[in-house]
């Protein structure tokens, strides 16, 4: 069986699984009850469509939610009563590349049709119209389950019309045979099932999906042929496109700021504007005259250019959805309603979502569906809040119904002049709305390095991105409590710079909060500066343990270091060459960044606890040579001080100034030196402070211009300070290098650069900036700052001889540590407060002292479904005060700490990705991951070894441990490999690759290269694992487990997991390891709920 492809599993499997799980969990896939639509609790969202009830106007686009039975089924059970089905075509048998989906942010597909057979769609469709009775039934929610089915087909009139096409629209027109024998087939397990008024009749309505690039004549003959001839109520999806590319492309790329590229073919072999009035008028007129709905769908994907790295490079074009596709195909409705007077039956799908869910249904739109939305962290479960905040709309203007909010928010009396004002009025909101904007600098990636494997994969990823690995759910969690003190506790365990770091730290935890691909990430920074301003806890080092510890700096490292060292009863004294501590923090960080109460609230912090620093001490060869002898550890931490050279011509001569001294100058309040019109060259954060401190001081009818080889997206920088930088109105000259200073009279006078184009990657894994040719051109000014670097300045021993090896911290010298700058080069400060943590914990290993630093006990007391229900609602950070166009000119702090009822609200919005992630099980549309509960546990293996004597004895052979009470296995059968657990999950790692991959049918499982199959032989549970040719079995007993393989058969008790016997059962085995046992032990249990014997 290839990977990738879908098996569905039967009816009655299928059904028996949901009732189970209803039943002991009160879950569905994993959805709360509590986030299930209950139509009765929601009476003014009900409506109709093709005369059809339907219990509320939210549906599921056609798409990778509606192409299996159980996607379906939990579309409805979360209130989804529009199922717009995938899209089905003669040509049933169609390779798709994989990965085909994209939903990073705006979301990309190359794929558009179904990935089953025609007729393995229609079972599909009837067994999700089955179970959506059965359950309505179950759940005492009346006789009308409330739900419309939307068929959709494609591409042109000719394979309409072909056998395969044609029979699949005549089952659902009438199924009543196959629709009792699969009544028949369930009714041992649900034996009211025949007693449901299920109807033969599936779907009497139609949308008309077409290909890109469809001829209008096309178009309209399919329609005809299926309103005339088919009798079906029928949609015409229409593409984004005919809006011409004049307005396209000044919204998707003006006004929004997407990079998207549209090609021009897209709008010359799509359907045009004229064309499709004259369709629209032609079949309103033609289903009219049958008794017949006709309506329009908006809107089908963009065709845009493939320019990503996603998909594969044989893939010339993907297809836009979602964000950036919303203000696009509202601005299409607007249109073409005022073209018809607001007289089109509209049904909107281009990104919906919970917040723009109340102002689409006031527009009049009959349906509104959804499918990128869905496709991101929250799943279906997102849908719970589509009705609250549409509920909400409602109630704002006491509105009993959809018709009377569409009525009462516009203010006036006649429905379809309300619906288009109401269009009207959003439309134009939609252009400047920010919740449809690009506006950030690198695309969000919640990624990392970090490895997945077949169990315990929870792990908070804002902590993984931290250089000093702080609690930072823990500190969240007592801030949300209000307990202020047990954060601050918690932040000093990993981190003495609370203060400094609350207002400086480039926060990459905050890049890496599951919240980015919510809503906003959490305010991680703002929270720790918040704690910061609360009252010093007490601290009380460790009894002195007889050691001491020598610092070279006193910049964040170095007082790192010593602060741990000195917890843990260490005598510390720090030599720092400069009249005050802190380093780069305390001489060269901007004040409208950072205060100098903030420095020296932390450095009181650390020598208060009886760190020495002794100042203006300048260590040299003599002097660390005396160290040694001194002190049986030192740790070396001088922070990057040397400004690299720029290395071109004109470099010498006067006004171009060394960005450090600039800033140590600026910070200081002495001259700068600088003149009016000053270039920064680089773009790190030195380049960012340089630029807007010289912002302050050229003043108004200056200028101030940062020049990058690369793009702003390859800046290095902190996102957060190069949004400040052109806030602040400083131009940022992308692909731009330097290449000679004009000098005259020995001053500066401009600046010689060439373009530049990126192509390929450099060795630092960065887009490669090449010279373009005869590209060379002049910027006047009269000081260049050249940012391009820092350099460390470090003589009391050899680069060798302080470099680390594989022992971490540790230089190639007898009892010196290193970190920060010195060992890693030009840094940041919350990288060299964690480097100096970890030396110090090195240093107390090696030194063989115990140091444990208590953490506060935290209380884990969510249920599963709490922790999910979290994962269902987005809320919006509150956005900080923007300072003014004044305050950006002054040196005074701009950022103002926020008060304690803004902090723990924002601590609150924490999803505690420390307890549960199970992300991957909430972006399969699929439910191809799925979540199951373990008790953590550890045993001892043992290992079988072959005696000279023939003897077969049991040996130790390390710990199995399980460690978390959530883990995740993948459904083989539910997946086609589409790539969206890879894209949300937060480690290198994809779900359906790396976990434990089960099968739920024999015959799939008989067809596959590797898996698991868990079934019940004569009243036992048998665990079967397949890799290619080699078979593993693990049965359970009463008090025993028997594990079989081709090569030895082992038992072990049940309760201990240790050997009771074993037998190699071919001569050649001399040892056997056990390892693939204790995990099936455990997947045994885990996977339980999958039984249907």
Known sequence: MMSGKFCPIPLKQLLKMILKELGNEGTLFGIPEEL??????????????????????????????????????????????????????????????????????????CEWSHELKIRESFDEYLNAWIIIHVLNHRFGWGDDSGVVFNMSAGYNLRGIMQENVQWFLDMMNDCGDQLSAKLEEISDIYPEAKEIDIPSLISDNITLSTMHG?????????????????????????????????????????????????????????????????????????????????????????????????????????????????????????????????????????????????????????????CSDLLKPGGYMRLHQYFSELTK??????????????????????????????????????????????????????KSDRELGLFDCIAAPCRDACATRQDIPGYL?????????????????????????????????????????????????????????????????????????????????????????????????????RPKAGGMVQYAIPGFRLTHEAVERDIDRISGLGVNIIFNSHIDKQKFSELRRDYPCIFVGPGAQLAAPLRIEGEDASGVIDPLQFLYSARAGTGTGIGKDVIIIGGGNTAMDAARTAHRFVGRDGSVTIVYRRTVNEMPADQGEIR????????????????????????????????????????????????????????????????????????????????????????????????????????????????GRKAAEQIIIDAGISLTVKKPELRRDLSYNDLMMKRAVRIHARPPDEPTDEERRTFSLLSRTQDSKAMTEEAGRCLWCDEICSICTTVCPNFA???????????????????????????????????????????????????NCNTFCPTGGA???????????????????????????????????????????????????????????????????????????????????????????????????????
């Open 477 to 577: 969690r007592h801030t949300s409590h209000g307990d202020f003190s047990k954060a601050f506790e918690v932040i000093l365990n990993t981190n003495p710079f609370l203060s400094v770091t609350g207002m400086i730290c480039d926060h990459l935890c905050q890049g890496k909060c599951t919240r980015v691909n919510y809503d906003d990430p959490l305010q991680i920074r703002e929270v720790k500066r918040f704690i910061s301003c609360q009252n010093e806890i007490s601290l009380k080092p460790a009894a002195d343990n007889g050691m001491r510890a020598a610092i070279i700096g006193a910049g964040p490292a170095g007082l790192s270091c010593a602060f741990y060292l000195r917890l843990a009863g260490f005598s510390v004294d720090v030599f720092e060459a």
């Open 929 to 979: 991951n799925r979540t199951y509960m373990t008790a953590p546990c550890s045993c001892n293996l043992q290992k079988a070894v072959m005696t000279e004597e023939g003897v077969i004895a049991f040996e130790e052979d390390g710990v199995f441990e399980i460690r978390q009470p959530y883990q995740i296995l993948h459904i083989a059968n539910f997946c086609n490999e589409c790539g």
């Open 393 to 446: 709309g409602l109630d704002k203007y006491a509105a009993g119904s959809i018709d009377d909010y569409i009525l009462r928010s516009a203010g006036m009396t006649e429905r379809k002049a309300a619906a288009f004002s109401n269009l009207e009025a959003y439309s134009e909101a939609v252009l400047s709305a920010s919740a449809y904007k690009r506006e950030y600098i690198r695309p969000p990636d919640i």
């Open 724 to 835: 400040e930088v052109l806030k602040e109105g400083i131009t940022i000259m992308e692909l731009t290098a330097p290449e000679k200073i004009i000098v005259r009279d020995g001053m500066v006078a401009g600046l010689i650069c060439s373009r530049m184009e990126l192509k390929g990657i450099d060795r630092s894994g960065r887009p490669a900036p090449v010279k373009i040719e005869g590209s060379d051109f002049e910027i006047g000014c009269d000081t260049v700052i050249p940012a391009i670097g820092q350099m460390t300045d470090i003589d009391i021993a050899s680069r060798d001889e302080l470099s680390v090896g594989n022992s971490p911290y540790r230089t190639r010298i007898n009892g010196v540590y290193t970190g920060g700058d010195a060992m890693r080069g030009a840094s940041t400060a919350i990288n060299a407060v964690g480097d």
């Open 36 to 109: 299930f639509f209950v139509p009765g609790s929601n009476r003014a969202l009900h409506t109709s469509i093709f005369g059809h009830p339907l219990h509320s106007p939210v549906g599921v686009a056609a798409g990778p939610h509606t192409q299996m039975a159980q996607n379906i089924v939990a579309a409805w059970l979360t209130g989804a009563r529009y199922i717009e089905l995938k899209t089905i075509q003669t040509l049933d048998e169609l390779e798709v590349s994989k990965p085909c989906i994209d939903m990073q942010d705006e979301g990309y597909n």
């Open 214 to 370: 469809c001829p209008p004549d096309e178009i309209e003959s399919i329609a005809r042929y299926l309103i005339a001839e088919r009798n079906l109520h029928t949609l015409v999806k229409l593409n984004p496109t005919l809006l011409g590319p004049e307005m396209l492309r000044e919204i998707l790329s003006v006004k929004l700021g997407f990079k998207t590229i549209v090609p021009d073919e897209a709008f010359a072999h799509d359907l045009k504007y004229d064309d499709a009035l004259r369709i629209i008028r032609s079949l309103q007129s033609l289903a009219a005259g049958n008794n017949l709905q006709f309506g329009l769908k908006l809107t089908n994907t963009l065709e845009s250019v493939n320019n990503k790295n996603i998909f594969g490079s044989d893939v010339p074009m993907m297809y836009m959805s979602g964000r950036a596709l919303h203000p696009i195909s509202v601005n299409l409705a607007r249109k073409l309603q005022e073209e018809f007077r607001g007289g089109l039956l509209l049904s909107f799908s281009a990104g919906a979502d919970a917040f723009n869910i109340a102002p689409l249904i006031s527009c009049g739109f009959t349906t509104v569906t959804v």
């Open 991 to 1093: 779900p359906f690759r790396e976990k434990p991959k089960f099968w739920l049918t024999t015959a799939s499982f008989n067809e596959a290269s590797e898996g698991f199959l868990l079934s019940v032989l004569q009243g036992k549970k048998n665990l079967i694992y397949k890799h290619k040719r080699s078979f593993a079995t693990l049965t359970e007993m009463a008090d025993r487990y028997i594990y079989e393989t081709d090569f030895v058969s082992a038992t072990f008790d049940s309760k201990t997991f240790r050997l009771t016997e074993v037998k190699f059962l071919t001569p050649c085995i001399r040892e056997a390891h056990f390892q693939k046992a204790a995990e099936m032990a455990v997947l045994l249990k885990g996977a339980e709920s999958l039984l249907h014997a």
